[in-house]
């Protein structure tokens, strides 16, 4: 029912509802300091994607027919936007690199430049977040690995990262590639994996402090790296269980094992996902 909805419309509208409701809610319960983190991480990692294209193929005013649909007061305006695009025959990755990125180059230039308040800002970013999560499941993928693999990372300035080590030396013992990142910056955790095109990314963090760390991360992922499952685990799980939800993770986990049984099943998710498109 709902593969046939998205066919149909070219984009997954349960999905973009979810995921819009869920991030509002998200930024409800964080200070505003956080909430401008997150706009500017959605804007960042878009218009950052922009530059993967080799060349510019639209005019700035197709980007902002779609800018003034993503602020209108129609909910809906911006995702039937790109809904029509989809239906129209337009690569995923196409909108993704070109009208999204583009969109978010416009609106932070707009932001910057006080033609739009901060208010806007945040509608516009998301629901440009809500329309990128509800297409994450079109991305093309690839299945060129042998080898089980993820990346596990422990959010930054967490100091207790003895337990991500445990878990990487444990799951490598079980035959996992895991490449383990701790002790980096957001901007440098966001560019190793970016590069990586890991389909797995395990994230740890020790407390309930580490909410907007995590937060600005799990966004910043998600947009550099649509087409990847992010698992989250450690004492932030029991510590902020109900933020954590709306944060949209792939998995929740609280123990080794419980580990395991998820990403072995979001792994062969995943691969029979590329074998399916090939």
Request: negative net charge; hydrophobic residues 45%.
């Amino acid at each position: 029912m709902g593969n046939r909805k998205q066919s149909a419309t070219g984009l997954d509208e349960r999905r973009y509802i979810k995921s819009q409701s869920e991030l509002r809610t998200l930024k409800s319960r964080l200070p505003d300091r956080a909430v401008e983190q997150l706009a500017r991480e959605v804007i960042l990692r878009l218009a950052d994607r922009e530059q993967d294209l080799p060349v510019q193929s639209l005019h700035d005013e197709d980007i902002e027919e779609l800018c003034h649909a993503l602020l209108s007061k129609d909910d809906r305006a911006g995702a039937k936007y790109i809904a029509d695009l989809r239906v129209d025959g337009a690569a995923t990755e196409a909108v993704y690199l070109t009208y999204l990125a583009g969109a978010a180059r416009m609106l932070g230039t707009w932001w910057e430049t006080d033609k739009i308040p901060f208010t806007a800002t945040a509608l516009g970013t998301t629901r440009m977040y809500a329309i990128m999560r509800a297409l994450r499941y079109e991305f093309p993928l690839t299945d060129d690995s042998t080898v089980r693999s993820a990346v596990f990372v422990a959010v930054p300035g967490e100091t207790h990262v003895l337990g991500v080590r445990m878990a990487a030396d444990l799951f490598r013992k079980d035959g996992w590639d895991i490449d383990l990142l701790v002790d980096q910056s957001h901007d440098e955790l966001v560019a190793n994996i970016k590069t990586s095109n890991t389909l797995l990314i395990g994230v740890s963090a020790s407390g309930a402090n580490a909410i907007e760390p995590l937060s600005k991360l799990v966004v910043a992922l998600r947009v550099s790296n649509p087409k990847a499952h992010i698992i989250v685990s450690g004492n932030i799980v029991d510590a902020a269980k109900e933020a954590i939800d709306l944060l949209g993770a792939d998995a929740v986990v609280n123990s080794v094992e419980d580990a395991r049984q998820a990403m072995t099943a979001l792994w062969d998710d995943a691969t029979r996902a590329a074998r399916d498109q090939t």
